[in-house]
């Protein structure tokens, strides 16, 4: 892939609330009908819950408080929920997915050479062409409809389902909501956007082990790394040397401002360079303030990286309660 346009996970800046306690009920937006067991969780975290069959949940949102709240449920758009000033339960409504397919369509029991040609380039684009997309596998392919427009040079990929991702280099079991995917052939640049919860699959001590030595090996040099870095008070950011076009190092102060609340923003208005032990990376931001924190948590929507920060993908990803371990 020439080019990377950063996919988001829909991380965004979260308003702080008086609430810990979240209570609520999850609807269809059209019918207004209570939406049954909808997943409610923190997008790129492994702390979540199920709405009963009434589409009623109650939720501690004490150890993420700083982010916002996922809930995605089989057919609908996720709806991230952003305010908690309010202390009464709130009713949430989810708009249903609903795909306009023109020309081409992909379909599992029709023109296979085609399906298994683009099912291949989603995965490259999607989970990455790393050492731990190789032993990532999506469990239910099937669920997965391919639009594409030739005129348009597009890649379209649609399910209505979460995709079930097995991750045995990690040992994380994966549910990504995926709300779009559009691979532009010609210039060989992608987009795609969606939610992610995961689940820990350490299944033995010897597996726990390898699990320990490859995400320890994943998270360095990650963006999850870069942020947590750049959450501390050093003017040095250890681990990562940051220049910029005029070959000039650059330190905290530099990148970094803060607000009256101690909030942390990156705030550089021109590409930057990233070195770090794994190789090179560049980041362009396209706003003028990054929301991050001492999780890694980034406001994904402002930030575009390339080089090996924008090679990984959903077969990188760590949870952001994730710890280096020894």
């Given at each position: 892939m020439k080019n990377f346009v950063f996919f988001s996970l829909l991380i965004i800046y979260s308003t702080v609330g008086y609430s810990q306690i979240i209570r609520g009920t999850v609807l269809d937006e059209k019918t207004k009908k209570p939406i049954g067991f909808a997943s409610v969780y923190f997008n790129g975290t492994s702390d979540g819950t199920v709405c009963d069959e009434n589409g009623h949940f109650e939720f501690n949102r004490f150890k993420?408080?700083?982010?916002?709240?996922?809930?995605?449920?089989?057919?609908?758009?996720?709806?991230?929920?952003?305010?908690?000033?309010?202390t009464e339960p709130i009713d949430i409504y989810l708009k249903t997915k609903?795909?306009?397919?023109?020309?081409?369509?992909?379909?599992?029991?029709?023109?296979?050479?085609?399906?298994?040609?683009?099912m291949k380039l989603f995965k490259d684009v999607f989970l990455g062409q790393s050492d731990n997309s190789r032993k990532c596998k999506i469990l239910n392919e099937a669920d997965i409809t391919?639009?594409?427009y030739k005129d348009k040079d597009t890649l379209k990929a649609f399910?209505?389902?979460?995709?079930?991702?097995?991750?045995?280099?990690?040992?994380?079991k994966v549910s990504y909501y995926l709300n779009k995917f559009e691979y532009y052939r010609k210039n060989e640049t992608f987009f795609f956007t969606g939610?992610?919860?995961?689940?820990?699959?350490?299944?033995?001590l010897e597996n726990r082990k390898l699990y320990v030595k490859r995400r320890n090996d994943t998270y360095i040099g990650s963006p999850m790394h870069f942020f947590r870095t750049l959450s501390?008070?050093?003017?040095?950011?250890?681990?990562?040397?940051?220049?910029?076009?005029?070959?000039?190092?650059?330190?905290?102060?530099?990148?970094?401002?803060?607000?009256?609340?101690?909030?942390?923003?990156?705030?550089?208005?021109?590409?930057?360079?990233?070195?770090?032990?794994?190789g090179i990376s560049y980041l362009n931001t396209l706003k003028?303030?990054?929301?991050?924190?001492?999780?890694?948590?980034?406001?994904?929507?402002?930030?575009?990286?390339?080089?090996d920060m924008g090679n990984r993908r959903v077969a990188d990803l760590l949870p952001f309660e994730y710890k280096i371990e020894k």
């Open positions: 993420h408080w700083y982010m916002p709240l996922t809930i995605s449920a089989i057919g609908y758009y996720s709806f991230l929920l952003t305010d908690f000033s309010s609903e795909y306009v397919l023109k020309e081409t369509v992909i379909k599992s029991k029709s023109l296979k050479s085609s399906r298994k040609k683009f391919f639009n594409y399910t209505s389902m979460p995709l079930l991702i097995e991750n045995k280099s990690l040992g994380y939610n992610i919860a995961f689940t820990a699959n350490d299944s033995s501390l008070n050093d003017s040095i950011i250890e681990g990562f040397t940051i220049t910029n076009s005029a070959f000039e190092v650059l330190k905290l102060r530099d990148i970094v401002v803060q607000d009256s609340s101690k909030n942390r923003f990156l705030c550089y208005p021109k590409k930057i360079k990233i070195r770090s032990s794994k003028k303030y990054i929301y991050f924190d001492k999780s890694g948590y980034f406001d994904g929507f402002g930030i575009n990286f390339t080089g």
